[in-house]
T-cell receptor, first 115, second 118 residues
Framework: NAGVTQTPKFQVLKTGQSMTLQCAQD?????MSWYRQDPGMGLRLIHY???????DQGEVPNGYNVSRSTTEDFPLRLLSAAPSQTSVYFC??????????????FGQGTRLTVV | AQSVTQPDIHITVSEGASLELRCNYS??????LFWYVQSPGQGLQLLLK??????LVQGIKGFEAEFKRSQSSFNLRKPSVHWSDAAEYFC????????????????FGQGTILTVHP
């Protein structure tokens, strides 16, 4: 029962490097999203997707890119890493609908440091 | 757009004491409301959720929360805190349309760090 799987767990990048954070879910959820967590700011939405081929921007999208080619996968790309992108990144998934089915499930997070 | 405010950044209680963590939200319609807990270095675990119906919601680990529409609040409570409850707690709101279908987007509060003294 994997749920939401994020890789890697830790990453150090140099300024200007690019990388992809991987996220996969095995619950057939339509909705997937990426958040970043910074001290005192809670979690802020970066990008989200309501299904394969459909993505949209969240609150803090600049410097990040996403795609959703399958229901299961939702990778987050850092195009040119900056120190301001040092953060903990969480991927989440949920089913769209009413009531109890809308609970979001979170991955364990990726701790990214940009030097 | 929805928003969530957790007025208390840090709360300290003694083990065995009661706990109340505050959460205020701003949203035009009936929201879906959640409380998550995060232990250091870990992901987020759902404590409880409110969708409709009974305004007092029971969750895991002995937590409960009460939805008060008139106060736009969804405060989390526990009658007797255990040392293992020390963690950071997040309140979140998800938008839904008039038919109750959730759009899935969560807006989080800033979080409240709970310290438990023995």
């Amino acid at each position: 029962n994997a749920g939401v799987t994020q890789t890697p767990k830790f990453q150090v990048l140099k300024t200007g490097q690019s990388m992809t954070l991987q996220c996969a879910q095995d619950m057939n959820h339509e909705y997937m999203s990426w958040y970043r967590q910074d001290p005192g700011m809670g979690l802020r939405l970066i990008h989200y997707s309501v299904g394969a081929g459909i993505t949209d921007q969240g609150e803090v999208p600049n410097g990040y890119n996403v795609s959703r080619s399958t229901t299961e996968d939702f990778p987050l790309r850092l195009l040119s890493a900056a120190p301001s992108q040092t953060s903990v990144y969480f991927c989440a998934s949920s089913s769209l609908g009413t009531g109890r089915n809308t609970e979001a499930f979170f991955g364990q997070g990726t701790r990214l440091t940009v030097v | 757009a929805q928003s969530v405010t957790q007025p208390d950044i840090h709360i300290t209680v003694s083990e065995g004491a009661s706990l109340e963590l505050r959460c205020n939200y701003s949203y035009g319609a009936t929201p879906y409301l959640f409380w998550y807990v995060q232990s250091p270095g870990q992901g987020l675990q759902l404590l409880l959720k409110y969708f409709s119906g009974d305004t007092l919601v029971q969750g895991i680990k002995g937590f409960e929360a009460e939805f008060k529409r008139s106060q736009s609040s969804f405060n989390l409570r526990k009658p007797s805190v255990h040392w293992s409850d020390a963690a950071e707690y997040f309140c979140a709101v998800a938008a839904a349309n008039a038919g109750g279908t959730s759009y899935g987007k969560l807006t989080f509060g800033q979080g409240t760090i709970l310290t438990v003294h023995p």
